[in-house]
């Protein structure tokens, strides 16, 4: 089992910046890939930006060039930062914390942490 807990969401305004921060605790040693999620209000889940074990990043288009991804491996925990630049409006959303394991070949389990609100005023 994997906890994730996030913290640093908050309210800002437009072209401000903000750092969201993810402590991953429990099996770390079976975290794969981490990453940060956001959902607007309505049904999707869209990824905001991923980081590999080995150091690859991947961002969504939206946010290239703005958001940087950042991952620190310590002895007990895992963390995860999104230092968020030139923030716009449209990036208003609850922002969501991800670990994927691998426990086994073909297996693995998707964490999820509890979520940080961020709103862009305009």
């Known amino acids: 089992q994997v906890q994730l807990v996030e913290s640093g969401g908050g309210l800002v305004q437009a072209g401000g910046s903000l750092r969201l921060s993810c402590a991953a605790s429990?099996?770390?040693?079976?975290?794969?890939?981490m990453g940060w999620y956001r959902q607007a209000p309505g049904p999707q889940r869209e990824l905001v930006a991923r980081?590999?074990?080995?150091?690859?990043?991947?961002?969504a288009d939206s946010v290239k060039g703005r958001f940087t991804i950042s991952r620190d491996n310590a002895k007990n925990t895992v963390y995860l930062q999104l230092q968020m630049s030139s923030l716009k409006a449209e990036d208003t959303a609850v922002y969501y914390c991800?670990?994927?394991?691998?426990?086994?070949?073909?297996?693995?389990?998707?964490?999820w942490g509890q979520g940080t609100q961020v709103t862009v005023s305009s």
């Open positions: 991800n670990a994927d394991t691998i426990t086994g070949p073909g297996h693995g389990y998707r964490y």
């Open positions: 429990g099996s770390i040693f079976s975290i794969n890939t």
């Open positions: 980081i590999t074990s080995d150091g690859s990043t991947n961002y």
